[in-house]
């Protein structure tokens, strides 16, 4: 099968450089696989800006050299060594065109994460389909954390007892704080802290943790996210 073949395309770092993260490995997905209700997609993206913007293009495109199909990135993550954290999408969502997710290739995705601490995150809406998509690949291991906009939709997503959340938070947001509802909300500790990353933390990748992580919008597109989060 050909790249031209193929609608998802994916690229694999090993190690990470961005300092937030950590040296762990990170993935990116193209284009095509976010949905077009994420109310970032036009306008408030962090990943359309800078080095990571150039390459999540290429990555799209296929320009990148290194770009692969499902089955090019499986076959690197089955060969992580027992236990590896992993992100999966520093840029993209979940394997499937817009708003539906793919069940086959998410399927096949978190078999190859097994024995892994793979974790990523989705804006895709939580229909039927794709709450149980979502479900079942945290129950066996991967995790996907909901991408909120709001602390409104914090709760309403904790209504569905699907997965764990992450929520976008005005850059001038508490460390601390609680829904309406009354779910506790931190500040990512990457965010609060110079020592501490992705690689160190883990918290996005603990399925059954209670605690929504919070994430300060931040950088040239704070303003929208600003906008987006305080609802």
């Known amino acids: 099968?050909?790249?031209?073949?193929?609608?998802?395309?994916?690229?694999?770092?090993?190690?990470?450089?961005?300092?937030?993260?950590?040296?762990?490995?990170?993935?990116?997905?193209?284009?095509?696989s976010c949905?077009?209700?994420?109310?970032?997609?036009?306008?408030?993206?962090?990943?359309?800006?800078?080095?990571?913007?150039?390459?999540?293009?290429?990555?799209?495109?296929g320009r990148n050299p290194n770009t692969t199909d499902m089955d090019g990135l499986t076959a690197k993550v089955r060969a992580f060594p027992e236990g590896q954290v992993w992100r999966h999408n520093q840029a993209g969502d979940l394997?499937?065109?817009?708003?539906?997710?793919?069940?086959?290739?998410?399927?096949?995705?978190?078999?190859?994460?097994?024995?892994?601490?793979?974790?990523t995150y989705t804006h895709k809406p939580m229909t039927p389909d794709n709450a149980m998509a979502v479900r079942t690949a945290n129950r066996d291991g991967?995790?996907?954390?909901?991408?909120?906009?709001?602390?409104?939709?914090?709760d309403e997503y904790k209504a569905l007892n699907v997965a764990p959340i992450v929520v976008t938070l005005p850059s001038d947001a508490p460390m601390k704080q609680y829904t309406k509802e009354g779910h506790r909300?931190?500040?990512?500790?990457?965010?609060?802290?110079n020592t501490v990353t992705c690689a160190s933390c883990k918290l996005c990748a603990i399925t059954d943790r209670k605690v929504i992580i919070g994430f300060l919008a931040h950088g040239s597109q704070a303003k929208r996210v600003n906008e987006v989060s305080r609802g």
């Open 35 to 61: 949905p077009s209700s994420c109310p970032f997609i036009s306008n408030g993206c962090y990943a359309k800006l800078g080095p990571l913007g150039w390459h999540w293009n290429k990555v799209s495109d």
């Open 95 to 119: 394997p499937g065109v817009n708003e539906q997710i793919d069940r086959k290739d998410l399927n096949t995705l978190v078999d190859a994460n097994r024995g892994k601490r793979g974790f």
């Open 142 to 154: 991967f995790t996907i954390n909901l991408s909120a906009n709001t602390l409104a939709q914090v």
């Open 185 to 193: 909300v931190i500040v990512c500790p990457a965010q609060r802290s």
């Open 1 to 32: 099968m050909t790249l031209k073949e193929v609608n998802m395309r994916y690229h694999l770092t090993s190690k990470s450089a961005n300092e937030k993260t950590g040296p762990i490995p990170v993935s990116t997905t193209s284009k095509d």
